[in-house]
């Protein structure tokens, strides 16, 4: 039950009740709900300082997660980039140079990406730049990739050719060892026993019984398989990049014009036919036009203490055989 105030009225000398106004007790209300609203506003700011909600815990630890997830992935990447930094090394350095090709430059493997505004969408989250980094490292390593995948596609293709290169190259005695009789001149200035005076002999004298097999050096092409006057029944082999081998004085020849022959195929016998004076096979390599040395062609065939021999042999040799 609600207090009755009275006052005292001096005229009257009585008591008389106090009349509250309603529209006082609707400000007295008003004024009281207000007050309890910002009590429990600033109290619900200082608490919030200190209490968290389970969906702010929640959403606390899902960040915390996120930014552990970024910090492996940047150790992965960096640990991954590692690993081709030693593969673009091995690529340049090994590969690259066993095949003569030019090493990939560093601008062109490890470029980055123009535009300052590539980024910028990555902005305004509270680990913006530690993303961004990420993103950014992640473009670069998987160009680098992009860039290495296709340089060894390319050292694989010139794998294959470098296969048929070396299959191609001059590198067996067109005549077996155990068919010779010896080796009767080496390349260099040699006296001609025609014509009696000292000649640059641009080949090897092999000498060996007539009808003696006689084998290509290298994987080619013949286009040549005729009679000559000077080396009488002749083969010409272009083994392609730039080589091309010539056998003469040949008895008989076991091969045509446009044949395709392989390192080892049979391709005439021994003779003495054209300028000789004695059974053999005279042998010429040639690289770019420019005759070479054969002796340098043998590695196919020929131990270290054999080459000596061979090459201390082709020196002593004062008279070619043509």
């Known amino acids: 039950m609600a207090k009755v105030k009275y006052y005292y009225d001096a005229d009257t000398l009585s008591y008389r009740k106090i009349k509250t106004k309603k529209s006082d007790a ?9 007050a309890i609203l910002l009590i429990a506003f600033f109290g619900f700011i200082g608490f919030s300082q200190f209490l968290t909600s389970p969906k702010e815990r929640a959403q606390k630890r899902e960040l915390e997660n996120l930014k552990l997830h970024y910090e492996l992935l940047n150790k992965r990447m960096q640990e991954s980039s590692k690993v081709l930094a030693d593969l673009q090394a091995r690529d340049n350095n090994i590969y690259r140079a066993y095949f003569e090709v030019n090493p990939i430059p560093d ?3 490890k470029a980055g990406f123009g535009g300052i505004n ?28 992009v ?14 050719e470098k296969e048929e290169m070396l299959a191609s190259i001059p590198a067996i005695q067109p005549v077996k060892k155990e068919d010779l009789t010896r080796m009767a001149s080496g390349f260099g200035m040699r006296m001609h026993p025609i014509l009696k005076i000292m000649k640059f002999h641009k080949g090897m004298d092999f000498t060996a019984p007539v009808g003696t097999p006689i084998y290509a050096s290298g994987n080619g092409t013949v ?9 009488g029944n002749v083969v010409y082999i272009d083994h392609g990049y730039g080589y091309e081998t010539i056998y ?20 005439g016998l021994v003779g003495n036919t054209g300028r000789s004076v ?13 005759a070479l040395n ?25 008279q070619s055989y043509d």
Do not use: C, W
């Open 118 to 145: 590539r980024y910028k969408y990555l902005d305004g989250f509270n680990n913006s730049e530690m993303i961004k980094n990420t993103t950014k490292e992640l473009d670069i390593l998987s160009k680098q990739l």
């Open 26 to 34: 609707y400000k007295k209300s008003l004024f009281g709900f207000l």
């Open 223 to 231: 286009i040549r398989a005729e009679r000559s006057a000077t080396f």
């Open 107 to 109: 601008e062109q493997r």
């Open 248 to 267: 003469g004085h040949m008895s008989k020849i076991i091969t045509k014009k446009g044949q395709r022959v392989k390192r080892g195929d049979l391709i």
């Open 278 to 290: 004695g059974a053999h096979l005279h042998y010429e390599v040639h690289k770019n036009g420019k």
């Open 147 to 160: 860039v290495q995948s296709k340089s060894l596609d390319e050292i694989v293709n010139l794998g294959k």
């Open 294 to 318: 054969p002796i340098y062609y043998y590695y196919g065939d020929l131990s270290p203490e054999e080459f000596i021999a061979m090459q201390k042999a082709s020196q002593e040799e004062g």
